[in-house]
């Protein structure tokens, strides 16, 4: 889709504030409620529904023993706000239903509460969180910090959480949100006192999503009684809750329906709006992102909403406090939803003043305007830009561990301040920073292996953070142009790809020619990639599983199930995401489903072990 100014500009500044939130939503200090995030989640995607940052699980801080890849993608889940959205949902069941033969009056549909903790599952042993859905951090040791199995181990998937009538009369004092509190006893190396109380009190729990309570009726019953059915399961359970949700559960109908590659088709939840109170603002602070963009966030007079003691609110961007004079003194009302920290509802009371920076509260640069955002022309010095750009490059790339804020900010101050620097860093440049014996080798070792893992080149391009280059069109960009000939690409030829505007063409070209040097340097430096095959120069290719749609499921013996992907890709395999009557064969390692394996059988799916399968393919 050919962009426009706005919705070019928009896009970018709507994946930066979408970042941003997830990052402080997933490391225990959210910023927005869950309706302000799904709202801007909602309107990037109309703005550009095929945006990488759409079709992927938001990922969580690194922290844990190590990685756990899941043997089944922990997705998210569809969100219903209202009665109309939750009808079109049971609609879309109901017709997948019609397709199968299944008639929709003998459809069960299951409501469960929705804990507002930190996911994980328990299985085999293993107790993993969600990470980014499909590799997570193994935190097998928080059982023996204290957090207790509802009903015991291996239970499955599940939440983290902490009992909220015990929350509110000891900590809520201290923390804004249960969640918060959670978080911190996982990640933390040493566990602070204030959760040591909750872990001696044996109140966080681990609750499977399986030992909550339920209702279970029909798809008329759930939309004639939703609110009565909410209300009632809210009275039994005492955790935070982030609404509830339904799925059918007719097992051929969610294989019919599937999941994208961000939640189940066959699963929904149902959203309330939340609660409204009113307060005061006490203060404005700014910060700058790594586009340059410096953004509000309120700092109010401390209110309780549904529970929770509410300290800081969005302000989104500079033109909302420019239009709604908003400053010291603005008397506003406020909004939670999902138990997180609200967003603006409305200004009740203007302030006398409002007060805008005029300069990057970072680097002191002039501030000028960028649509509604003030920026930081700064973006080669300024210390915020630098440190968000590089935990950019490692949150995008995702195969370099142990770079978290922190750390970052103590090397940029150390004068590693580009990624030039940081892949050139040795053993005296950590030490010199008085980074530990144990530290200094982690880093290190993180760097070559980023080097050394394979990487798709789209993701390594979308990594250096060019406006309008995200995964999804690094990859359209990379199927039209070979990675090491980017620099001399116009605005012309790239207009003459399809999805590129003259918007869209003239800020990707300005954009690599202003990180190219970078990036050559980064090529220099020696990275393993998986090459996007080049638009009509796709090669013929002459294996047993070419044109075949493959699935990989278990625990793989001769190398990841990442590596198979790819190998099977290189010989012209489609990959699949589930089982379905498309798929042509099941590859299975050790302790593979043998639900998935049933049910490949039925659909008369070729199944074949790991051995097997590599014998094919020679």
Not at 37 to 42: A, F, K, P, S, V
Not at 152 to 163: F, H, L, N
Request: hydrophobic share 40%; net charge negative; charged share 25%.
């Amino acid at each position: 889709m050919a962009g426009t100014p706005h919705s070019d500009e928009r896009t970018a500044q709507l994946v930066e504030l979408l970042t941003s939130y997830n990052e402080a939503y997933r490391a225990g200090e959210p910023l927005v409620t869950d309706l302000v995030y799904d709202e801007l989640t909602e309107e990037l995607r109309a703005l550009d529904p095929e945006n990488g940052f759409l079709h992927a699980v938001e990922p969580e801080s690194t922290f844990g023993l190590g990685k756990v890849r899941h043997a089944e993608p922990m997705l998210s889940t569809e969100k219903a706000y209202t009665e109309d959205a939750l009808r079109t949902w049971v609609g879309r069941v109901e017709k997948a239903a019609i397709e199968l033969g299944i008639p929709t009056a003998e459809l069960r549909y299951r409501v469960t509460p929705k804990l507002d903790g930190l996911a994980g599952k328990d299985q085999g042993g293993v107790f993993a969180t969600r990470g980014n859905g499909r590799v997570g951090n193994d935190i097998t040791y928080a059982f023996q910090r204290g957090i207790v199995p509802i009903g015991g181990r291996d239970q499955g998937v599940g939440e983290i959480v902490m009992v909220k009538s015990w929350f509110e009369a000891n900590l809520a004092d201290v923390f804004d949100h249960p969640r918060n509190t959670c978080v911190g006893i996982v990640s933390a190396d040493v566990v602070g006192e204030v959760a040591k109380r909750a872990l001696d009190a044996g109140v966080v729990h681990f609750v499977p999503y399986g030992q909550l309570q339920k209702w279970v009726g029909s798809g008329a019953e759930l939309l004639e009684g939703h609110r009565d059915i909410t209300s009632d399961l809210k009275g039994q359970v005492d955790y935070a809750l982030d609404g509830m949700v339904a799925e059918v559960l007719e097992p051929r109908l969610q294989t019919y329906m599937g999941a994208t590659s961000h939640h189940h088709r066959w699963m929904i939840a149902i959203k309330e709006r939340g609660e409204t109170a009113e307060t005061t603002v006490n203060e404005l602070v700014w910060q700058t992102g790594r586009t340059g963009n410096v953004t509000p966030v309120m700092l109010v007079e401390p209110v309780k909403v549904s529970g929770a003691t509410i300290r800081r609110v969005t302000a989104h961007h500079a033109g909302m406090i420019r239009d709604k004079q908003i400053g010291v003194g603005a008397r506003i009302q406020i909004i939670r939803s999902g138990e997180v920290i609200p967003k603006l509802e409305e200004v009740l009371k203007v302030a006398d003043e409002v007060v805008l920076p005029s300069h990057c509260p970072r680097c002191e640069a002039e501030l000028g305007w960028r649509n509604d955002f003030l920026a930081c022309p700064n973006t080669a010095a300024c210390p915020a830009q630098v440190e968000t750009g590089l935990r950019h490059w490692f949150r995008t790339l995702k195969t370099a561990e142990h770079f978290g804020p922190k750390t970052i900010e103590r090397l940029v101050a150390g004068g590693f301040d580009s990624l030039e620097k940081l892949y050139a860093l040795t053993e005296a440049d950590l030490k010199g920073l008085e980074f530990g014996d144990g530290q200094t080798a982690n880093l290190l070792a993180a760097l070559v292996i980023s080097r050394n893992l394979t990487v798709e080149d789209a993701r390594w391009l979308a990594a250096f953070g060019i406006v309008d280059l995200g995964v999804g069109d690094s990859r359209k960009l990379l199927a039209a142009f070979p990675l090491e000939t980017l620099d001399s690409v116009t605005v012309e030829q790239l207009k003459e790809v399809k999805g590129f505007g003259d918007i869209t063409s003239a800020s990707i070209v300005s954009g690599l020619a202003a990180k190219w040097s970078t990036i050559r340097h980064m090529l220099e430096v020696g990275f393993v990639f998986e090459r996007t095959p080049l638009t009509g120069e796709e090669p013929e290719i002459d294996s047993p599983i070419a044109g075949k749609r493959v699935l990989f499921t278990g625990k793989m013996v001769e190398g990841t199930r990442d590596d198979m992907k790819i190998r099977a890709k290189a010989l012209g395999a489609a990959l699949a995401s589930g089982i379905s009557k498309s798929l042509d064969l099941l590859v299975i390692g050790e302790k593979a489903s043998q639900s998935k394996i049933d049910k490949a059988t039925k659909y008369e799916v070729e199944v074949l072990t790991e051995a097997e399968y590599l014998a094919r393919i020679g």
